[in-house]
């Protein structure tokens, strides 16, 4: 069998939805290995699998773009952290490399250094991306502000007239520092963002229509194998069993974005609904518990898995693991996107008919209580989502097409 080197950036949400495709290939009796963040180390190695904390200088640079004023100079800020991260990154995997020899990389999609020196390497190599694929299509809106897919020819005139516009902003800014850092490491500079993505053997993309938009022209090196909702085990609190009515979950990024406020405002808008409120905050300020309504908790973590089953509705900030997470469980979505590609991944919501979609900018407690009730008449459109999951294959469909594509050319 085959040694796997996986390779993650500093995020959680990045390395738990990894997780089930590294214990598929595990079963498969191949040997895998992960560098990840050094406070996941416990929970990597707990699980059976070798782990090695990646490079302190990574994590020392922390993405800080929901300091942005604007979606431009949020991607400016991404940007810079993923670049300025990329000399450390590659350093550390090629340390990775030597260490454990592997027949096959597996690397993430914002690791930019780790993708450039997998492709130095020669070997065979893979990227995973869990948010959606900024690859342009003549079947899609351009990438970024979370249009509304064209209808009609009015549609088809925005996107052309738009689509350069919206391109062009997040190449100027993406590919000056990306074939900076590719020239620096030996490498060819690249045309556009269409020519990065393309450019990896393999491209592993955690979603699935009908959630993500049908189109024609996806690139051959693309394999969409659904959500994947894993997060640790964990023993459910007592106080759950103990709820009768209807949960409404609430999320927060896992990294902090100062998202905090849609819980806040949640807590107003629903305290008076006949629901069971609870929200859970990993990265962000904890409301005191006297202030909370009567019908809510407030946990900084807990595992979803065990609330989704008996929710009426999940609110999330837009995040693409907690919004498949609850789709995948069929339960509808109100999501209310703070940046990144949330706005994406909110009118995707919108567009399957899986729930609502209500800007941030417009977060208010009377707005989010008639958002939530709307998404709750969605159950079908989140049904039929969780069903175009469940039919990508997942984990097993990831390892298949690891196996397939490149463990029979290593």
């Known amino acids: 069998m085959s040694r796997i080197l996986a390779y993650t950036s500093p995020a959680r949400g990045h390395l738990y939805p990894l997780t089930p495709i590294l214990l598929a290939l595990r079963e498969r009796g191949h040997e895998v290995s992960v560098r990840t963040l ?9 699980l059976g699998l070798e782990a090695q904390p990646i490079a302190p200088a990574i994590e020392d640079i922390v993405l800080d773009d929901w300091c942005a004023r604007t979606p431009q100079q949020g991607l400016a800020r991404s940007v810079r952290a993923f670049a300025d991260r990329a000399p450390h990154d590659a ?10 020899d592997p027949d096959v990389l597996l690397v993430d999609v914002n690791s930019w250094g780790a993708i450039a020196a997998a492709e130095q390497w020669g070997g065979p190599w893979a990227v ?13 809106p351009p990438f970024g502000p979370g249009l509304r ?3 009609g020819p009015g549609g088809r005139l ?22 900076a850092l590719r020239s620096y490491m030996g490498l060819a500079g690249l045309s556009s963002i269409d020519a990065f993505l393309r450019s990896m053997p393999l491209l592993l993309s955690f979603t699935a229509e009908p959630f993500e938009y049908p189109r024609s022209d996806w690139p051959d090196n693309v394999v969409m194998v659904g959500a994947s909702p894993w997060e640790p ?8 069993a103990r709820i009768d009515e209807p949960i409404v979950l609430v999320t927060t990024s896992s990294e902090f974005q100062d998202d905090g406020r849609l819980v806040e405002v949640a807590l107003q808008a629903l305290a008076d609904e006949p629901v069971h409120v609870i929200a859970t ?3 962000a300020r904890v409301p005191a518990v006297g202030s909370l309504p009567g019908n809510a908790h407030v946990e900084t973590y807990l595992a979803h898995s065990q609330v989704l089953p008996r929710a009426a509705c999940a609110v999330t900030h837009g995040g693409m693991g907690a919004t498949q997470k609850a789709l995948a469980h069929g339960v509808p979505v109100c999501a209310v996107p703070f940046g990144r590609d949330q706005m994406e991944v909110a009118r995707r919501v919108e567009v399957a008919g899986a729930g609502t979609r209500l800007p941030a900018r417009r977060l208010r407690p009377d707005r989010l209580r ?6 709750m008449g969605q159950r079908d459109g989140a049904a039929r989502v969780a069903a175009g999951y469940a039919a990508a294959g997942g984990a097993e469909a990831a390892a298949d097409a690891l196996e397939g594509r490149l463990l029979a050319i290593s």
Do not use: H, K
């Open 38 to 46: 050094a406070s996941e180390i416990p929970m990597v190695t707990g």
């Open 91 to 100: 350093a550390d995997l090629r340390q990775a490399i030597d260490r454990s």
């Open 128 to 140: 995973f991306c869990p948010y959606p694929l900024a690859l342009s299509s003549a079947d899609v």
């Open 149 to 151: 897919p064209a209808v």
């Open 158 to 179: 925005r996107d052309r007239l738009v689509g350069p516009l919206v391109r062009g902003t997040m190449e100027r800014t993406m590919l000056p520092p990306l074939n």
């Open 233 to 240: 085990p964990s023993a459910p609190p007592d106080w759950l």
């Open 281 to 283: 905050v990993p990265a």
């Open 370 to 375: 008639a958002a939530v009730r709307a998404a």
